[in-house]
């Protein structure tokens, strides 16, 4: 029988990321101290929008963070993301489907199929995790650099 205490010393699990993602988010929390200064400096388009290349070669966003978004609008967003972690969604997904007009139906979806979306699920939720830490971390980096303070 498998212990509780070896599953969340797992590196790649769920738990692990989202404390990853949470730490990340608390240090940049705490490093910014004026998050006003932020405002207006784009996101080094090298580390921060990494584009994905079309088919015909031309550059699109990556959907997360919009190209001519400044760290600001990052730093919000990465706040953001890290209350619904801690707080639950259900308050936040309500609001959201009020303002869109969609209604709280949800789509049926046959028992076979819930292993395969519960897998399909939580490895899209571990990459977004992952690549959220990521920004948190450039972004507690180049608040560092903007203010000329360095480790």
């Not at 290349?53 to 001519?68: C, H, L, P, S």
């Not at 890290?82 to 949800?106: C, F, H, M, P, Y």
């Not at 049926?108 to 948190?136: C, W, Y």
């Not at 972004?139 to 360095?150: M, Q």
Request: hydrophobic fraction near 35%; proline fraction near 1%.
């Amino acid at each position: 029988m498998m212990q509780i205490s070896e599953s969340y010393n797992q590196k790649n699990s769920l738990f692990n990321a989202m404390k990853r993602f949470i730490g990340a988010v608390n240090n940049m929390d705490q490093t910014v101290m004026v998050p006003s200064l932020l405002r207006d400096v784009p996101l080094d388009e090298a580390e921060d929008a990494k584009a994905v290349r079309t088919a015909n070669g031309a550059a699109a966003t990556n959907g997360y963070f919009q190209q001519d978004a400044d760290m600001y609008s990052s730093y919000v967003l990465l706040k953001s993301i890290r209350n619904d972690i801690e707080w639950g969604v259900l308050q936040g997904d309500e609001r959201r489907k009020e303002k869109a007009g969609v209604s709280t139906e949800a789509v049926a979806v046959t028992e076979d199929d819930l292993e395969k979306e519960f897998h399909f699920h939580l490895n899209g939720l571990h990459s977004v995790l992952s690549k959220l830490t990521r920004k948190a971390n450039t972004l507690t980096t180049r608040y560092k650099e903007e203010i000329g303070c360095r480790n």
